[in-house]
Structures are given as C-alpha cells and as structure tokens.
C-alpha cells in the first residue's frame, strides 16, 4: 500500500508564489518518476511537471520559466516551486507517483486571485 499526502495549497494573489509538496509512503520498491497534475473546474486533468527517477523533467508550455519541479529521493517527496501565479494556474493539484503502478494523491486546492 503507497499513500501520498500533499501540502502547500491555499490563496495567493496573482503574481505570488507557493511551493506545494508531497510525500510518499507504504511499500515503495523503486520510483520511476514523480509528476504533479492539476485539473481546472469543468477541465481535463493535465500535466503539469514531471521528474523522472533519472533526473529528467518536462513542464507543460504554459508553466515553463515559472513552475519549478524537484524531489528529494531520501524523504520520497516532490516539490512543485510555482512563482508568477496567474489566475489560470486555478486548480486542484494532484501529486502522482509511479513505481511498480500509478498513486494519486488526493489533491491540495490552488487558488490565484485577487
């Protein structure tokens, strides 16, 4: 069993940062990539960073030069460094790993809004 436990979420004005985490747990053999998705009321979930367990990362267009994402492989955990928020990075942010299946975290809610 893997559990996924997200932070970091909340209100911030546009313009503003957040930096959101998430931290797995249960029995993780080995992580193949760490990834952050986000899903927009009446929207597809889309993603929106990945890292592989090789170091290699990908963003979607609309957040590169301002999402930033890392992990720290010790603690299991993934960083997502968001800077310049803009109204339409409004989302639930959902934390997913992948190692030997895919887990989903339960969401952490992003607002951006004056």
């Known amino acids: 069993q893997v559990q996924l436990v997200e932070s970091g979420g909340g209100l911030v004005q546009p313009g503003g940062s957040l930096r959101l985490s998430c931290a797995a747990s249960?029995?993780?053999?080995?992580?193949?990539?760490m990834a952050w998705y986000r899903q927009a009321p009446g929207k597809q979930r889309e993603l929106v960073a990945s890292m592989t367990s090789g170091g290699s990362t990908d963003y979607v267009d609309s957040v590169k030069g301002r999402f930033t994402v890392t992990t720290d492989n010790a603690k299991n955990t993934v960083y997502l460094q968001m800077n310049n928020l803009k109204p339409e990075d409004t989302a639930v942010y959902y934390c997913h790993l992948l190692s030997g299946g895919r887990y989903w975290g339960p969401g952490t809610q992003v607002t951006v809004s004056s």
């Open positions: 249960g029995s993780i053999f080995s992580i193949n990539a």
